[in-house]
């Protein structure tokens, strides 16, 4: 048996850049020295070419990997939750649902302070919607001076790679099951997590 199983691989892209807009916050991976660097941050995918956009602080000290034609790989995470056999009309055992795509890409930095200002006011647009409750503009003067200590860089993507554990391979009433569960658990996770760790 291959790994991991076709039914299990999302080669749709229109779906994978989906999740990448869904679920923008990106763990970017770069290797120096067999020494993993690992960031956070939201990446923006730019229609007009494909590729990801970023910016990253000045003293984050994979800044300095963040150049030109240096390897990183991305991971996009979107929900995921344990599944109970008991929510399925079968007999099965428990298992983990969710969807990840990993991105293999060559990164550049650009240096244009203009260019960055455009790409924070566009990403704040972006991460607005649909409603664009607060408009970032380009006389801001926090942004101003914020410039000087923020990175812009963008990714050229080289390959994509969906994973999508969804109980694709159950019958059809336990695949909905999956998937209804899926949604239930998000939203219950969520909630009891946050008045757990903040209450």
């Not at 939201?42 to 990997?65: A, C």
């Not at 990840?100 to 607005?128: Q, R, Y």
Request: net charge positive; aromatic share 10%.
């Amino acid at each position: 048996m291959k790994y991991p199983p076709k039914h299990h691989q999302e080669n749709n892209k229109l779906r994978i850049i989906e999740v990448i807009k869904t679920y923008p916050l990106a763990t970017v991976i770069s290797i120096r020295d067999n020494q993993p660097y690992i960031t956070h941050l939201p990446l923006i995918y730019r229609e007009s070419d494909g590729k990801l956009i970023g910016h990253i602080d000045i003293y984050n000290p994979q800044t300095k990997l963040l150049k030109a034609n240096n390897e990183v790989t991305i991971i996009f995470s979107g929900p995921d939750c344990y599944i109970s056999p008991s929510i399925y009309t079968t007999t099965q055992l428990p298992t983990y649902n969710y969807i990840k795509v990993h991105i293999k890409g060559t990164v550049k930095a650009i240096e244009s302070k203009e260019a960055l200002k455009n790409s924070l006011i566009h990403m704040t647009e972006f991460l607005e919607a649909p409603k664009h409750k607060y408009k970032l503009k380009a006389d801001n003067p926090r942004m101003e001076a914020a410039l000087d200590y923020i990175k812009m860089f963008e990714i050229s993507i080289d390959t994509f790679e969906g994973k999508f554990k969804l109980s694709q391979d159950k019958k059809t009433i336990d695949t909905a099951n999956a998937k209804a569960e899926l949604i239930r658990a998000n939203q219950e996770s969520i909630q009891m997590f946050l008045e757990s760790v903040f209450s």
